[in-house]
């Protein structure tokens, strides 16, 4: 399995950006898809972005199209997630976590980071 630490969050104005970070260590990062998840107080963690192992596919729910964009550098181990335009509706604790392949379903990945807080003000 691979360890996972994010960094990066914060409190931003809506309109604002933030840009998460996640450092993987204890495995090959290369192998694993990575992806993003988000838990706002009250309900389940949902998918946000997800990118590929093999090509850098990324993947994107509705609600943050066009305003995140996913990245990553396997030579540093971390993949990004660089959001702008926020709203208050993406408040939250932003989770990243490895499998083998994305997809949204949250049981799937096997490795998680501690998650960190993202708040968005009106």
């Known amino acids: 399995q691979v360890q996972l630490v994010e960094s990066g969050g914060g409190l931003v104005h809506a309109g604002g950006s933030l840009r998460l970070s996640c450092v993987a260590s204890?495995?090959?990062?290369?192998?694993?898809?990575m992806g993003w998840f988000r838990q706002a107080p009250g309900k389940e963690r949902e998918g946000v972005s997800c990118?590929?192992?093999?090509?850098?596919?990324?993947h994107y729910v509705d609600s943050v199209q066009g305003r995140f964009t996913v990245s990553r550098d396997n030579a540093k181990n971390t993949v990004s997630l660089q959001m702008n335009r926020l709203k208050p509706e993406d408040t939250g604790i932003y989770y990243c976590?490895?499998?083998?392949?994305?997809?949204?379903?949250?049981?799937?990945?096997?490795?998680w980071g501690q998650g960190i807080q993202v708040t968005v003000s009106s």
């Open positions: 976590a490895a499998d083998e392949f994305c997809d949204w379903t949250v049981s799937n990945f096997r490795s």
């Open positions: 204890g495995d090959t990062f290369s192998s694993y898809a």
């Open positions: 990118i590929t192992s093999d090509d850098n596919l990324a």
